[in-house]
């Protein structure tokens, strides 16, 4: 068997059923095999998306999908979509044709160092043989779905790739357990819950990563504990449960911190406690701090905990319901408290004349879509108006990218989320700064037939650092914007083959949702909104 379509046969059976990517002549060999093996290949239009969207197809499925890309510039052009999966611990095989060994260090066309790519992926494999490239694919697998799970880079040889050879055969492997909580950690946490009188959960990607939604609420409501999530978090404990807080982000409310620092004790679980989360660890978190992690380094990360379990989340949820005694804490009031604060301030941007305000425009979007839709959204000042005006309903239904934060995800992750699920609504939420990082994937939703709907709101401007310019730097309002040289999105979509429609207002949002509902077709909705609204992070935090 030739080596290409030993590698496709080593995917398809460990469950690798999608494929993005650009082809290139040296990845043809295994173009040609994925056909034979079930496996769907999605072209793309830059190899910045590819990686986006084989992330967007896990964060909705819990299952990796694959990329396949040419050496040098597309294995480079794919490393910001590593680096985003790696920091959400979300799993994909990233598989890279390499340069052949006898040009490896002359500078061959394409040629980078394998090593270049160590610091974005949890591991990464350069095929020295043919004979043991179907071997390490399977390996790339286990590893990319081992807790934690991660992505995975195997870099093959192109020349490898059409010769014949006696492969090597990698034997029966079981998947390893997710590591349990030891008996003394669960112990010492249960004595805190016992001892406190005001529990609160902060649930991170760590919940979703393992599966434990239903262990979250389990725990949650057995302890009576109000839940805030991280933007990884998200989605975990439906956001219309009334043990449901808010989401600990750059637009977190004086309220909801005063939650999380009068803890009694707070249970972080799945977090990493990053600086993105948690403002740089500006919140006083209380000295009764329980810390739930996969990764030991992560422990003392901004806050000394007084127990820490390196274990998985659901493993350890599990845990501390069994052993930790149910109790009233009025959780309920205290989340229901936050929420109608946070809510207060988000009415008072909700009316009056003129363009929609972002609060305006999500609230309309989400009276149009079913709970059960995929939700993927952008990254920039849009995400956090989300975060904290968009309930979500589903842990596997919310994408959006964790403390790497890079723009330009929000289409190719819906691209990806539909792929997985082709029964499933999918729309993509995103602000016009970041669709324009991306905006090449209207045209592979086209040529692809993937029917997602994009719902852009367009304000002319990268909003969240006009702002930061004015208010911090002196400079003009709308600093960076391009008023003057507008995109028609509407135009825009229309030539690369997707419906597209404008709606001004909150009735236009539904009209022209329900229409891409019953579309078969791939739709853009641009909603033009308020260039002069506040941020999120200035309006929350008042």
């Not at 060999?29 to 999605?42: E, K, S, T």
């Not at 994909?92 to 160092?113: F, K």
């Not at 109790?327 to 809510?343: C, N």
């Not at 988000?346 to 879509?369: F, H, I, K, M």
């Amino acid at each position: 068997m030739r080596v290409g379509e030993a590698v496709v046969a080593a995917l398809a059976d460990e469950g690798i059923d999608a494929v993005f990517g650009i082809p290139g002549k040296q990845t043809l060999p295994l173009n040609q095999a994925m056909a034979d093996h079930g496996i769907r290949y999605v072209v793309a239009r830059h190899e910045t998306a590819v990686s986006h969207q084989a992330w967007g197809y896990a964060e909705t499925t819990g299952r990796p999908a694959a990329t396949v890309v040419i050496p040098g510039p597309g294995d480079m052009n794919a490393m910001n979509g590593l680096k985003n999966a790696l920091n959400d611990c979300t799993p994909l095989v990233h598989v890279a044709v390499e340069t052949d060994p006898d040009v490896r260090g002359g500078d061959g066309i394409h040629e980078t160092p394998p090593e270049t790519y160590d610091t974005v992926v949890k591991a990464n494999y350069t095929v020295e043989t043919p004979q043991g490239a179907a071997a390490t694919v399977r390996r790339a697998v286990e590893e990319a779905t081992t807790h934690p799970k991660g992505p995975v880079r195997v870099g093959i040889p192109k020349g490898f790739l059409p010769r014949t050879v006696t492969h090597a055969s990698s034997g029966e492997r079981t998947p390893s357990d997710p590591a349990e909580p030891s008996e003394s950690a669960v112990e010492a946490a249960t004595d805190l819950l016992a001892g406190g009188d005001a529990p609160v959960v902060l649930a991170g990607g760590g919940v979703r990563a393992s599966d434990a939604a239903d262990d979250l609420r389990a725990f949650a409501e057995h302890v009576d504990a109000p839940v805030a999530t991280t933007y990884k978090g998200k989605g975990v404990l439906p956001e219309d449960h009334p043990l449901s807080a808010g989401v600990l982000c750059g637009g977190t409310s004086p309220d909801l911190a005063a939650l999380l620092e009068g803890a009694s004790p707070l249970v972080a679980v799945g977090t990493d406690f990053d600086a993105v989360a948690t403002g740089k660890w500006r919140y006083d978190l209380p000295d009764d701090l329980i810390h739930v992690t996969y990764h030991a380094d992560d422990v003392g990360t901004g806050y000394d905990p007084a127990v820490a379990v390196v274990a998985d989340a659901g493993a350890t949820l599990r845990a501390l319901t069994a052993a930790a005694p149910a109790r009233d804490a009025d959780g309920s009031d205290r989340a229901g408290a936050v929420r109608e604060a946070d809510a207060a301030r988000l009415d008072e941007l909700v009316g009056g004349d003129g363009p929609l305000t972002s609060v305006a425009a999500l609230r309309a979007v989400r009276e149009a879509l079913p709970r059960e839709a995929v939700v993927a959204v952008d990254a920039g000042g849009f995400r956090i108006w989300t975060l904290v005006s968009f309930p979500a309903y589903d842990e596997r239904g919310y994408v959006n990218p964790g403390s790497w934060a890079t723009m330009g995800t929000g289409l190719p992750s819906a691209v990806g989320a539909k792929v997985a699920d082709p029964d499933r609504e999918v729309v993509a939420l995103t602000g016009d700064g970041g669709l324009m990082m991306c905006v090449h994937e209207l045209h592979t939703l086209a040529a692809e037939d993937i029917d997602v709907t994009v719902v852009v709101f367009t304000n002319h401007d990268y909003a969240i650092i006009s702002e930061e310019a004015s208010r911090s730097y002196g400079l003009d309002d709308g600093a960076y914007g391009w008023d003057e040289a507008s995109i028609d999105f509407v135009a825009l979509a229309r030539s690369m083959g997707l419906d597209a429609v404008r709606a001004t207002d909150a009735a236009g949002i539904e009209s022209a949702l329900a229409d891409a509902r019953a579309s078969d077709a791939p739709t853009l909705v641009e909603v033009p909104t308020d260039p002069t609204e506040p941020q999120a992070s200035e309006w929350m935090s008042n």
